[in-house]
C-alpha cells in the first residue's frame, strides 16, 4: 500500500477523469489532496476513501453535489457518535461486487 497516489493513479482506480476529481476538490472542501510547489496533487488514502464515497453518493444513489455534501457531513456525525454507518456497508459491498465483476469480466476473456 503506497502513502500517496498521483492524480493520475486516484482517477484509473475510481474509473474516472482526472479532471473530474478536479472538480470534485473544488466542490467539497473537506477533499484537500496534498500539493507540492507546482500544484501537482498527492492523494493520501483517506482522500481515495472520501472520493469513493462521493462517487458513491453521486453515481450509484444518485445524490446531487448538495445532497452528498449533507449525507457525508451526516456519516461524519454517525461515526463521531460511534455508530456503524449503512453508507459505508453499502460502499463495501458496491466495491466487492465491482471487483467481482472486473474477475468475471477477465475470465471470461480467458475463456
Known sequence: MKLYYSITEVAQMLGVNTSHL???????PELKPVKNKRGVRSYQEKDVELLRRILHLTKDQKFTLEGAHD?????????????????????????????????????????
Open 71 to 111: 449525507q457525508l457531513k451526516e456519516s461524519q456525525r454517525q461515526e463521531a457518535a460511534g455508530h456503524n454507518s449503512q453508507l459505508d456497508e453499502r460502499m463495501q459491498l458496491v466495491d466487492t461486487l465491482q471487483q467481482l465483476r472486473a474477475f468475471l469480466v477477465e475470465l471470461k476473456e480467458i475463456l
Open 22 to 28: 478536479r472538480f470534485l476538490e473544488g466542490q467539497f
